[in-house]
């Protein structure tokens, strides 16, 4: 008996009607969402009766609407491992165009950020890292590129970052031992969700640190000891981390952090440019080469 939820849906699409098929495709896509509604409430979103939510069920091979109620909320809480992934994401896709498919997928994720994520939350988070005595980032595995993209700017900003990406236990509470009520973590972790990371800023908080989560759901395990809680959509069905949303979200962090604290950022940055352009960091464009040549002549 196959086990996983998408993968029975599209074992059984040919199958369905009309009204069965858009049921389908919600749950495809609103998984997280449908997971917490009644069959009545379910038919009533996606525009089909009650009876026909049960019956699409059923045809699926549950017992009932509670079975594939209770499938949708295991699929949240346990995720999908690299296997399953791969093949809901061909199946998904299909014959389609790979890259239209991708990216549509992916603004769709973007949309339901801005729609979803907490201002009052955002507000406080960007606060917390302004008045941080220390601030520790916490990313492993595909979250460490997007930690790591968050510690760069925010240790040119204010040179008080703490990076910590290892899965090791001895390595993680090394960094943070330290860490204290005048400091704030941020953790970043999408499905398969991080253990370590858990672990990391449960510590956090009992130290009396600030303590901020970017995730994806509610029902994140990070969300227990987070003081907010920043959602970005991710995709747990995509054959890759889709973290496209998650690295928008910082982005508006960083921007953000700068409008509250412009003054004070630009001779920071005035200050670093001017080691970039002594020390030669960057390679000079055409055009730019050639003005000064033309200076220099």
């Known amino acids: 008996m196959v086990s996983n939820l998408l993968v029975r849906i599209d074992l059984s699409r040919k199958t369905f009607s009309k009204g069965q098929r858009r049921i389908a495709s919600y749950i495809e896509e609103h998984y997280d969402e449908a997971a917490f509604m009644t069959a009545a409430k379910l038919g009533e979103v996606v525009g089909v009766s009650e009876s026909t939510v049960v019956r699409f069920a059923t045809q699926i091979g549950y017992e009932g609407y509670p079975y594939l109620q209770k499938a949708m909320q295991e ?25 239209e498919s991708v990216l549509n997928q992916d603004i769709d994720k973007i949309k339901r950020t801005i729609d979803e994520i907490s201002r009052e939350d955002f507000k406080k ?52 031992f330290r860490i204290s009520d005048k400091d704030v973590i941020i953790g970043i972790s999408f499905p398969r969700y991080s253990t370590m990371a858990v672990e990391a800023m449960s510590f956090a908080h009992d130290r009396g640190a600030q ?49 509250e604290r412009k ?5 920071t940055f005035a200050a670093l440019e001017e080691v970039w352009k002594e020390q030669n960091v960057y390679a000079l464009g055409n055009t730019e080469k050639a003005a000064e040549d033309n200076n220099e002549n």
């Open 75 to 99: 699929m949240i809480r346990d995720k999908l491992n690299s296997m399953q992934r791969i093949e809901v994401t061909t199946g998904r896709i299909g014959n389609d165009d790979v890259v």
């Open 125 to 176: 988070t960007v606060d917390a890292i302004i008045n941080a005595e220390n601030i520790y980032v916490f990313g492993v595995k595909s979250a460490s590129h997007i930690a790591g993209f968050l510690a760069y700017y925010l240790d040119l900003i204010f040179g008080n970052v703490h990076v910590l990406d290892s899965t090791s236990k001895t390595t993680t509470f090394e960094k943070l």
């Open 211 to 259: 303590v901020v989560a970017i995730t994806d759901s509610m029902i994140s395990p990070l969300v227990a000891n987070a003081d907010e809680v920043l959602l970005a959509r991710s995709d747990i069905a995509s054959v890759v981390d889709t973290l496209v949303a998650p690295l928008s979200l910082i982005n508006a962090l960083l921007v953000a952090i700068v409008i």
């Open 263 to 267: 003054d004070e950022i630009i001779q």
